[in-house]
C-alpha cells in the first residue's frame, strides 16, 4: 500500500493534465514504513527530457534526481517512488516502463489522462532484488484526507 | 570520500544512506565499495566488469561518463559521489 495526502495526489494528477499531450513525470519523496509500505510526504515535479517522443516516454534527466535526491536528504526523506502520465492510454505499465524501472521498492504512480483530463491513477510496487527477479505488483493507492493526516501526526503514525 | 547511496541499494548497505570508502579515482572508489559491501557488486557492474548502462554516478556535481577521464578521474576525500539509477518510461511501444 502507499499512502499519499489528497493534496498530493490531486497534484500530480493536475500535473498529467498540464503536460497533455506530453507525458509528465516527477519524485515522490517519503519514508519506507516495514511492513505498511511506502509514505508519500512531498512530491516533486521534474523535467520530461524525452522532448523527441515526450508524447509516449519520459525521462528525468541524472542531474535532476540527485538534485531530488540531495533534497530529500535535507529533509530527513528518501526517494519512495515516481510518477507519469500515460496521455490517451490505460494506467498500467508498459514493457517500456518495465524495462526502464531499476529502483526496487519504489511505488511507480501511473495516471491515464483522457483528452485532456487525468482519470485512473494506480500504484505499482516494483518488487524483487535484481534486474533478473523483478516484477511489478498492483499496489492499493490509500489517499489521505487533512483530517486523516492530522490524526496520524498527533498519534506519531506519519 | 562519502558516497551517496540510492534508496534500493541501501539494502546492501546496512541501511546507510552515505557510507565512506577510500579510493584515488572515481574507478578504485567503486571497486573499493564493492569490496566493503559485497553484495552491492552485481547491482553496479555487470559480469564484466562494466558499470551497468542504467547506473549514473555523480562526482559532486558532474556525470562522470562526461568527464574528460570518466572513471579514471581523480578524487579527492572532501569530494562526494552519488549513486543514481536513471528513471524512465513510456505508454506504449513506438
Known sequence: ?158 | MKIHIPTPLRTYTGGKETVEVAGATVATTLEQLALDFPALRNHLFTPEGKLRSFVNVYLNDDDVRYLPSKEETVAGANDELTIIPSIAGGCCCL
Open chain 1, 1 to 158: 500500500m502507499i499512502r499519499i495526502s489528497e493534496a498530493d495526489f490531486a497534484a500530480l494528477r493536475a500535473h498529467g493534465e498540464e503536460t497533455y499531450p506530453h507525458e509528465c513525470c516527477g519524485v515522490l519523496l517519503g519514508k519506507n514504513q516495514p511492513g505498511v509500505g511506502n509514505h508519500v510526504h512531498l512530491i516533486v515535479p521534474a523535467g520530461n527530457t524525452r522532448t523527441d517522443s515526450a508524447h509516449n516516454r519520459y525521462n528525468i534527466a541524472p542531474q535532476e534526481l540527485v538534485r531530488i535526491q540531495r533534497q530529500a536528504r535535507g529533509l530527513g526523506f528518501d526517494i519512495v517512488g515516481f510518477y507519469h502520465s500515460h496521455p490517451d492510454h490505460p494506467a498500467q505499465w508498459s514493457q517500456t516502463d518495465f524495462a526502464e524501472a531499476h529502483w526496487m521498492g519504489c511505488s511507480y504512480l501511473i495516471t491515464s489522462v483522457e483528452k485532456g483530463k487525468a482519470v485512473t491513477t494506480n500504484s505499482f510496487l516494483l518488487t524483487g532484488t535484481s534486474e533478473e527477479d523483478k516484477a511489478f505488483q498492483n499496489e492499493q493507492v490509500e489517499v489521505e484526507s487533512p483530517a486523516v493526516e492530522v490524526a496520524m501526526n498527533e498519534r506519531g503514525e506519519a
